[in-house]
Structures are given as C-alpha cells and as structure tokens.
C-alpha cells in the first residue's frame, strides 16, 4: 500500500505511484500547468496588424501610483529618512514623464497633461529636490505643499478638479518603515 508519493523503480523508467487521496491534488495542479502552459505558448496580444500590443497602463493606473509616491514622499520627508524621500521624488519625476509619453492628451481636456505638467511641476520637484539634499525639513514641508498645490492646479486646469490632494491624514502603508535606518 502507498501512504502518499513513492516512486517504484521499474525496467527503463520509473514509476509514479500515488495513493489514492493524492490523485485529485494531482489532477488539479497537472491542470493548472497545462493552462499556464498554454496561455505561455500564445504569446503576447496581436493587434489589427499583426503586431504585439505593448501594455500602456491607463491615465487612472498611473495617477494611482503618483498619489501612493506623494503619500510615501510625504511620510519619508516628516521622518527625516532623506534617503527615501530623494527616491519618492525621482520616482514622482520618473512617474510624470510616464503620464506626459503615454497620455499627452486626454478626454475633452482642455490643458493636455503634455503641456500642463511640464509648465506646472517642474518648480516644485526642483524646490523639493533641494530640500531633500540639503535634509531641510521647514523647506521640505514648503515645497510639498507647492507640489500638493500644483497637482491640484494641474487637476482643475484638465477637468479634473474633482479630484483632489492634500498631506496624507494617515498612514496607509503600515508594513513600511519610514523612519532612517538601515542601509
């Protein structure tokens, strides 16, 4: 009798023997490789010519995680962990560039974020950057509240004044230290 998985040598190959409350496991996970390796052999999406789509994650995907930079930006800068704080800042930089080559325009919006971001933030990150590199809280909290102004700004310049920001009330990231530590 075979209480679970043993294998039983045989002539050229082995043999799998499995017990029998083993078999449905097995039946499932052999089902579930069989779809990952069929959805792996289609490849990537075609498009209308014949090409592979690339992905572009949607204006709402990548406002998401600008909103997470500046929330995370914020809580590096009041900890005085300058470290991740220049990190944030470079990330939200890296993060505009990303809105302005993959959506330089949107909807009925009046102010296209092609040119809306490049007139509205590029002052904000500059007094921010520096503000970190000279680990300035006063300055920091100055020019976050510029950039949280500008943000709202730029909102309302492209309809979207609806949505807006402000310094974070709470920490939504409890699983991250923001104080300085480490390496």
Request: net charge negative.
């Amino acid at each position: 009798m075979v209480d679970s998985l043993d294998v039983v040598p045989g002539n050229r190959h082995e043999r799998w023997n499995l017990a029998p409350s083993a078999r449905p496991c097995a039946l499932v996970l052999v089902g579930i490789l069989s779809g990952l390796a069929l959805g792996c052999a289609r490849g990537p999406a075609k498009s209308a010519a014949g090409g592979a789509e690339p992905f572009v994650p949607g204006l709402g995907e990548l406002m998401s995680l600008q909103q997470m930079r500046h929330t995370k930006l914020w809580f590096a800068g009041q900890a005085g962990n300058w470290p991740l704080a220049a990190y944030e800042v470079d990330e939200l930089e890296e993060g505009f560039d990303d809105i302005v080559k993959f959506h330089p325009t949107h909807k009925d919006s009046p102010l296209a974020p092609k040119d809306a971001i490049p007139r509205m933030l590029p002052g904000p990150i500059a007094a921010l950057r520096q503000a970190v590199e000279k680990q300035d809280t006063p300055a920091f909290t100055a020019a976050y509240d510029s950039l949280t102004g500008q943000c709202n700004n730029c909102h309302q310049a492209t309809n979207f004044g609806f949505n807006r920001v402000q310094r974070p009330a709470a920490n939504p990231y409890p699983n991250q230290v923001f104080e300085p530590g480490g390496r």
